[in-house]
């Protein structure tokens, strides 16, 4: 396990990562009814942005700090808002220094009643995050494979609540891995909400995974995809993307109003894009 997560943090497949999963964990607020956060791949935490892994790629300047820069309209600003001021909570003195992964952008989220499990392998790493929510009695930090979660802890006793899956891609067939994973899981807890996060690099891999997701039969699966560039000669991180099992139902609307505006702040050039579409809808075979 080579991954380091720091050298990416607040880049912008984080930026979109993030801003997903904020609003997915804003809809669950709406009911009183406690709901549980599962981050299967769940990283350290909190990425210091001045540290040497972030400081030698600067990847968050192209993100977040490109996001936290941009003029916005009203409706945007008001979508992208909480996401923000978990962002701008994590650096109250005003200058950007550390970057909320997604189990610190989720812990702001929570209610009393609501808890995150929080996944990760990698000693060191599950050592850190551990130390992040020391002393939290509504986190559960467990240095554990991921992929056993989407087994083993389905469905949460809450009965409700998010899943989601951000592997690292550093070795060959993480994309069947999610497809099965999700298989697995969606068996054991089919009214929960899942959150894949995928690459954007081969787009021919891309094209057999999204007919991969189609075949499982498994209903209401939102695709949507943010691309900074126009495909790289060489295999290239050129951009993100996020499948929505069970996605809250205002959930394509605010990416509808979102993604456009990410694609003109993150953009790098002209072939920059989105699509947000379902791969399967409730009804259709
Ligand atoms: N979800 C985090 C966020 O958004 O802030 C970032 C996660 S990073 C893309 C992927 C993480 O998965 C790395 O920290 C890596 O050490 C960890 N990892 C790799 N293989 C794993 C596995 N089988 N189970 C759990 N964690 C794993």
Do not use: C
């Amino acid at each position: 396990m080579n991954y380091r997560h720091a050298y990416h943090a607040g880049n912008f497949a984080d930026v979109v990562k993030h801003l997903i999963v904020t609003r997915i964990v804003l809809y669950l607020q709406r009911k009183d009814q406690a709901f549980r956060v599962i981050d299967t791949h769940a990283g350290i935490g909190r990425y210091d942005l001045q540290g040497i892994e972030a400081g030698k790629t600067n990847e968050w300047q192209g993100g977040i700090g490109r996001l936290l820069e941009a003029k916005v309209d009203a409706k945007v600003a008001e979508l992208i808002q909480p996401y923000l001021d978990i962002v701008r909570a994590e650096n109250a003195d005003g200058a950007m220094r550390h970057y909320p992964g997604s189990p610190l952008i989720v812990r702001h989220l929570l209610r009393r009643q609501d808890r995150l499990s929080a996944l990760e392998l990698h000693p060191e790493d599950a050592e850190m995050l551990a130390e992040t929510f020391a002393g939290d009695i509504q986190v559960r930090v467990t240095e554990l494979d991921g992929w056993l979660a989407l087994g083993a802890h389905l469905p949460p006793k809450e009965k409700r609540g998010l899943v989601l899956v951000d592997p690292p891609f550093e070795v060959a067939g993480e994309f069947d891995r999610l497809v099965d994973g999700l298989a697995r899981a969606h068996k054991r807890f089919s009214g929960g909400t899942f959150a894949l996060w995928y690459p954007v690099k081969d787009r021919q891999e891309v094209r057999r995974f999204v007919t991969a997701l189609r075949e499982t039969g498994i209903p209401k699966i939102l695709r949507t995809e943010l691309v900074i560039r126009a495909p790289s000669p060489e295999p290239r991180l050129d951009g993100t993307g996020m499948i929505v099992v069970n996605p809250p139902y205002t959930l394509e609307d605010e990416l509808r109003t979102i993604l456009p505006a990410l694609v003109k702040i993150l953009g790098e050039t002209q072939g920059a894009d989105f699509a947000l579409d379902w791969i399967r809808g409730e009804d259709r075979a």
